[in-house]
C-alpha cells in the first residue's frame, strides 16, 4: 500500500447553533493514496459535502467544529492548523472544486484574473508571468480562444464553460489533493462527460489525487478507484469500483445500485427507489440507521449499531449481515455489474 496522502480518522463534527451543536458527521474514516481517486456516493444529505468542508476547513466559517477525530495530510493533523496556515495549504495543496461555477466565481474580475490571483499568491508570480500561466491553463482545459476568454466575466460565459474555469483555478498550482464536489451537477449531459474526461485527462496528466462527491452512481463507477459509500454521517461501505458494483455488502450500497435506469435488467420496469429517507443526526433510529429503510432489517439491527467491519482485503461494510444480505441480493437478480470504464 502506497502512503496515504489524505487520511481522516474516525471524524466525528457539529455545528454550533443557538439551540447547541447539531451533528454533521460520525465517525467518518477515509483513506486517499497518491493518485487515487476515491468517490463518496450518497443520497443529499448523508454528509459528503460537509466531510469535503471540514478536509479544507471552511466549515470554520459556519460554526462547524471538530468533536473528535484526525485529518491527516501528509500526516500532519489539519484540524491542529491555524486559519492562517490553511490559506497557504488551500489552493497550493488541496483545491475544491465547487458544485456551483457561479457561486464559485467572483463576478466583478474578469476569469483571467482570479486563476492568475492564484498563482500570485501562491507562487509569487508577477502579473504578467501569472496572466500568461493563466491562459495556458485555459487551453489546458478546452476553453476555445483562451486569449479573449481570459478578459471576459463569468457572466459572460456558458455554464460549462465557467466550470471548466473553475477546474483550472484549482489546477493551476498543481495541488496534490483535488476535492471536486458534484462538479457536474448543474451541467447538461454533454457537458458532464466532457467534464468527467477532462478530469480524468488532468489527473492522469498531474497525477493528482481526487475526492470526488456525487450521488451519482454512474459517475462514480466512470471515474473511481475506491469507493465509500456514506449514509447519515457516515460510511457504510467501502471497497474497490468492481467490488462495489460487482458484489455490495450492504443493503443501502445494493438500493443505490438498483436505483440506476437504464441497466441491464431494468430497462422497461418501474424505477426502483429507496423508500423513506435519510434521518437527521439529531434524531437517529436506534440500532443500525438504515434499519427503518432496509427490506433485510431483524431485530438485531433494530437493537444493536454495527461497526465498520473489514470483509475482505481492503472491503469494510457496517452491516450485522454484509455476506447474507450480498448473497440475498445475488440470488434476486439485484446486483448491477459494472466497473470503471466500461
Known amino acids: 500500500m502506497a502512503e496515504p496522502i489524505l487520511e481522516i480518522r474516525n471524524l466525528k463534527t457539529g455545528f454550533v447553533t443557538e439551540s447547541g451543536i447539531v451533528k454533521a ?3 467518518v474514516s477515509i483513506t486517499i493514496e497518491k493518485g487515487q481517486v476515491v468517490c463518496l456516493v450518497g443520497e443529499s444529505g448523508s454528509g459528503k459535502s460537509v466531510t469535503s468542508l471540514n478536509v479544507m476547513r471552511l466549515s470554520d466559517y459556519d460554526g462547524g467544529i471538530v468533536l473528535e477525530g484526525e485529518i491527516l495530510f501528509h500526516g500532519e493533523d489539519l484540524v491542529k492548523k491555524s486559519q492562517e496556515d490553511m490559506r497557504k495549504i488551500r489552493g497550493s495543496k488541496i483545491a475544491m472544486i465547487f458544485q456551483e461555477p457561479m457561486n464559485a466565481l467572483n463576478p466583478v474580475f474578469t476569469v483571467g484574473d482570479q486563476i492568475a490571483e492564484t498563482l500570485r499568491l501562491h507562487k509569487g508570480m508577477s502579473k504578467e508571468e501569472a496572466q500568461r500561466k493563466a491562459v495556458e491553463m485555459l487551453r489546458k482545459v478546452g476553453i476555445p480562444e483562451p486569449e479573449i476568454r481570459a478578459k471576459q466575466y463569468p457572466h459572460e460565459m456558458s455554464g460549462g464553460m465557467c466550470q471548466r474555469v473553475v477546474i483550472a483555478m484549482a489546477l493551476v498550482c498543481r495541488p496534490e489533493l483535488v476535492i471536486a464536489d458534484e462538479p457536474t451537477t448543474a451541467l447538461d449531459v454533454t457537458v458532464q462527460a466532457q467534464i468527467l474526461d477532462l478530469l480524468r485527462e488532468l489527473q492522469s496528466e498531474l497525477h493528482t489525487s481526487i475526492l470526488l462527491i456525487t450521488h451519482d452512481m454512474g459517475v462514480a463507477a466512470e471515474m473511481a478507484d ?19 458494483f460487482s458484489q455490495p455488502h ?11 435506469p437504464g441497466f441491464e435488467g431494468q430497462r422497461g420496469t418501474e424505477l426502483y427507489t429507496i423508500k423513506g429517507s435519510i434521518p437527521s443526526l439529531a434524531n437517529l433510529p436506534t440500532g443500525c440507521r438504515f434499519h427503518p429503510r432496509c427490506p433485510f432489517a431483524t431485530d438485531k439491527c433494530r437493537a444493536e ?38
Open 25 to 27: 458527521l460520525d465517525g
Open 226 to 244: 475506491r469507493i465509500a459509500v456514506m449514509y447519515a454521517g457516515t460510511i457504510v461501505e467501502e471497497g474497490t469500483v468492481e467490488e462495489i
Open 250 to 260: 450492504h443493503p443501502y450500497t445494493i438500493g443505490l445500485l438498483n436505483s440506476i
Open 305 to 342: 449499531e454495527p461497526s465498520l467491519l473489514e470483509i475482505g482485503s481492503g472491503r469494510r461494510a457496517a452491516c450485522w449481515y454484509a455476506e447474507e444480505v450480498a448473497l440475498k441480493a445475488k440470488e434476486q437478480g439485484a446486483v448491477i455489474v459494472s466497473g470503471k470504464g466500461e
